[in-house]
């Protein structure tokens, strides 16, 4: 949806857009889904978070996005998605409204509807980053907004920034996405992470999936049936073992407690699975270990100083890309 909205007149907006070529069509749009990014804008995305890693190594900051404000507004909690999204409006040298302490402290707990409050927020800010925990959240908030909104998160259907800093990070750490084997293991029923990276893998030549969950967590039918559709080599299984000697990537995840109704059926899976130094001796010489995080025991601490695990350095990777995204969808990529 073609965003008009009050950008801040501090530039030539008609000049800057032409000298861009509007941003790869990212100006005024929202992120909601995976599904808008195909792979020119995958590698349009991509280029320009390695401009970012380069400027904050090289300067730390500039004022490419001065004057322009963001509202973060988090209904579900979050340390790595929110700080990312605001250190990386500020190292732009833009500012925050920072929504993310819990909504308890805003007229949310007052009963305001989602609604309201984009309509709220979209008066004062240019872009909303938005976390909640329904499906649908984002589109729903993007339908009411002028400015353009940012899904960060939407229950268990979607985290496509978050799908989008993985792949980079693949990307950086093994120099290319075609003909890898990637196994993802943990909750892939709940986990938006997961669905998200496994829609965007599927843009890619020549990818084998292995999925490695407990029967009860396992990929979404509809997803694996767009995967078997797309003839993408796929194979399920319950034990890591089975996939970790060929695996180049290795994305572990979470088990989703706060979306089992049942807290009886979180006990019998919680502990499922543990990524150890000794599993690891296991694994190929050049691959890598990822995990969106938070973790809670499923990679052993030990596994910290492999040179394989990547997830701190992902971590890293989410602000440059998160940069990209935000010079993108304002006009000043
Ligand atoms: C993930 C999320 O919120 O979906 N975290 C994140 O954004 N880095 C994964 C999780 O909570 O397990």
């Known amino acids: 949806m073609e965003k008009i909205h009050n950008l801040p007149r501090l530039f030539d907006f008609e000049a800057m857009a032409q000298k861009t070529g509007n941003g790869n069509g990212f100006t005024g749009q929202d992120i909601l889904s ?179 969950s407990p029967d009860t967590l396992r990929l979404p039918m509809a997803l694996m049936n767009e995967l078997l559709d797309q003839g993408i080599k796929v194979r399920e299984t319950h034990d890591v073992a089975d996939v970790i000697e060929n695996a180049d990537v290795l994305y572990v995840t979470r088990i989703q407690k706060e979306r089992f109704s049942d807290p009886k059926q979180y006990e019998e899976v919680r502990d499922c699975y543990e990524i150890t130094p000794d599993l690891m001796t296991r694994a190929k010489e050049k691959m890598v270990v990822m995990h969106p995080l938070p973790r809670v025991g499923e990679i052993h601490y030990h596994v910290d100083d492999d040179p394989r695990a990547a997830y701190f350095r992902q971590v890293k990777n989410g602000m440059y890309v998160r940069m990209a995204l935000l010079a993108a969808v304002l006009g000043r990529a």
Do not use: W
Request: charged content about 25%; overall charge negative; proline content about 3%.
């Open 34 to 212: 995976v599904s808008q990014f195909d792979r020119e804008r995958l590698s349009y995305i991509f280029t320009r978070s390695h401009e970012m890693r380069e400027l904050v190594e090289r300067v730390g900051a500039c004022d490419l996005l001065k004057g322009y404000v963001l509202a973060c507004l988090f209904y579900e909690p979050s340390t790595r998605t929110s700080a990312s999204f605001i250190a990386a409006m500020e190292r732009l040298g833009g500012s925050v409204i920072p929504i993310t302490q819990g909504v308890q402290f805003s007229s949310v707990s007052k009963g305001e509807s989602l609604p309201d409050t984009i309509r709220t927020l979209e008066q004062y800010a240019d872009v909303i980053v938005l976390r909640h925990p329904e499906v649908g959240s984002a589109k729903l908030a993007a339908d009411y907004a002028s400015v353009p909104v940012i899904n960060a998160g939407d229950g268990a259907g979607e985290h496509p920034t978050q799908a989008l800093l993985d792949l980079f990070t693949i990307q950086v750490e093994l120099g290319r996405i075609d003909g890898l084997k990637i196994a993802m293991v943990g909750d892939l029923r709940y986990g938006r992470t997961v669905h998200s990276l496994t829609r965007l893998l599927m843009r890619y030549e020549d990818i084998s999936l292995r999925f490695v």
